[in-house]
């Protein structure tokens, strides 16, 4: 069977027809494409370190570039709660503690879409609970979930001959779950971008009368890493540089050191390794780059960029041998912020702002860009302001967690403290002149630094006490 038929399968039997917009009105179509582990630094600051990836630079060119949107908790599953439910992890239920449930009744972000009369479509990664039809999708494609334990060969490995630990069984299924393409692979597979986008591609070639919400779910570049399909020696180890935060190994256990990303690279991190590891890590990106182009010429031929408000970013960045780290699961700049693109019918092109925002916030504030009614059980703000330029900030602090061994401040003056309480150990940054988090002011003589720690250590202990984190 050929892939064509094979995304037949997956999709719902229409006509395929260029799609003019027409009967979308005056209400936006909403694409949202998400990445899964992906630094901030490599899409948003103009200096990927050889990493072409020429579709976002154009997306950022027609759009609005966030330089501090962030998660409040570096990890899959947490994250996208969030996302979708317009909460805080304490506030819905999935916090990150094991058998975490959803909590209340929450709206939830589809859902509030489907209600006002779009067509909501998932596509690709699946990684919270239940099913996408409970969340509010009317249908989904290219859907890549777990339950296909039965079609996983053993011994797999990743680039390096690795064996896999992430995505082990996962697999292409129909909503339900109860059909399973194994003829797409199973697990994490060379060309999964391509065939995420693919899906996505099919159902935006077709006519609809209908204002569409579409959330595009890349596990790209997740581990396990592997080489796209024509990418072979694109990317030399040896004309990579280092992160300008690289080192060998974290100075303290940060409450992950036995964790399964930190397993991914030995210890300590050697320069080859960790150039290796950005070598593939590179092609993967540049891959997603590929596919996310393809899927904005798609919306541009049949005629529907015009009406569509674009969003790009990641669930959380991803260390790569920063700090001395391999994972995401850390309070600094290069995991707990996020890329964050906005491009649109309204939206200033080419402007980049450093307005701090949650990833939470998208929930609330494409509702606002849609003319949609906030469900009453989202606590996230709107940055609509933002993106209409009539306000230049948002937060004046953004705050993240990790388990019980993380708590971090952020403030809109360029300071940081990430406090462990479990080791009882205080970290203290001022980022305009430290901006890769290496120079550690906690204990500094400095009685104006002492000042600002003090400042800060007040303001988290006042945060978590209104969240009931004590």
Partial sequence: ???????????????????????????????????????????????????????????????????????????????????????????????????????????????????????????????????????????????????????????????????????????????????????????????????????????LSEARAKPWMMHINFTAPHDPLMMPPGLEGKYDSSGIPLPHDYLPIHPFDHGNFDGRDEALLAWPRTQAAVRDLLRVYYSVVDDLDTQIGAILDTLEQTGQRENTIIIFTSDHGMACGSHGLRGKQNQYEHTARVPLIIAGPGIEPGHRTEAMVYLRELFPTTCALAGIEIPDSVTAQSFVPVLRMEKDAHHDAIFGYFTNTQRMIRTDDDWKLIVYPEIRKTQLFDLTNDPIELDDLSESGDKDVQVKRRELEERLKEWRMQHGDV
């Avoid at 494609?141 to 334990?149: D, K, P, T, V």
């Fill in 1 to 203: 069977m050929n892939r064509f038929c094979i995304f037949c399968l997956l999709l719902l039997a229409t006509p395929f027809l260029a799609s003019t917009g027409a009967g979308a009105g005056e209400h936006p179509n909403i694409l949202f494409l998400l990445a899964d582990d992906l630094r901030p630094d490599l899409i948003d600051t103009g200096a990927g370190a050889g990493l072409e990836t020429p579709n976002l630079e154009e997306l950022a060119r027609d759009g609005m570039t966030f330089t501090r949107a962030y998660c409040s908790y570096p990890i899959c599953v947490v994250s996208r709660a969030e996302i979708l439910t317009g909460q805080h992890g304490w506030e819905n239920g999935i916090n990150g503690r094991r058998g975490a449930t959803l909590r209340g009744n929450p709206a939830f972000w589809p859902e509030a879409f489907r209600e006002a009369g779009y067509e909501t479509v998932h596509v690709g990664k699946w990684h919270v609970s239940g099913r996408p039809s409970t969340y509010g999708y009317t249908r989904v494609a290219g859907l890549f979930g777990s339950g296909g334990a039965k079609c996983w060969e053993p011994g797999q490995t990743d680039w390096k001959g690795f064996p896999i630990t992430g995505y082990k069984g996962w697999i292409f299924q129909s909503e339900d779950g109860k059909t399973k393409y194994p003829e797409l692979g199973t697990g994490v597979t060379p060309d999964i971008s391509k065939t995420i986008a693919d899906a996505a591609i099919q159902v």
